[in-house]
């Protein structure tokens, strides 16, 4: 199994960043899809951001609509974990984001389900103010 402890979470303005982490451990060789979800109160986790990666090859990210261009995931394969740089946060991207991942293939079109994923991480707190 993969444990994921995800960290960076902070109350910020509008128009500042933040770089969110999620250090993975135990079975993190060979193919994943990991991803970074959001939830607020009351709504369904919905997937911000995806990558495939295959032992450090990292191949088709997806953005949601609402990111695209401004949020960027990445991986660091040495230091095993991923990474989602957030810039020009607005206050709907207030929410409490979860690093998760699992073997499965991630569409770069198409948003996975988080109920796709066997494997989460415990959460870390965005949020940004007017």
């Known amino acids: 199994a993969i444990q994921l402890v995800e960290s960076g979470g902070d109350s910020v303005q509008t128009g500042e960043s933040l770089t969110l982490s999620c250090v993975a451990s135990?079975?993190?060789?060979?193919?994943?899809?990991m991803g970074w979800f959001r939830q607020i109160p009351g709504k369904e986790r919905e997937a911000v951001a995806t990558?495939?990666?295959?032992?450090?090859?990292?191949?088709?990210?997806y953005y949601s609509d609402s990111v695209k261009g401004r949020f960027t995931i990445s991986q660091d394969y040495a230091k095993s974990t991923l990474y989602l740089q957030m810039n020009s946060l607005n206050p709907e991207d207030t929410a409490m984001y979860y690093c998760?991942?699992?073997?499965?293939?991630?569409?770069?079109?198409?948003?996975?389900?988080?109920?796709?994923?066997?494997?989460w991480g415990q959460g870390t707190q965005v949020t940004v103010s007017s």
């Open positions: 998760a991942a699992d073997r499965t293939f991630c569409s770069a079109n198409y948003p996975p389900r988080h109920l796709q994923f066997k494997s």
């Open positions: 135990g079975d993190t060789y060979g193919y994943y899809c």
């Open positions: 990558i495939n990666t295959d032992s450090g090859q990292t191949y088709y990210t």
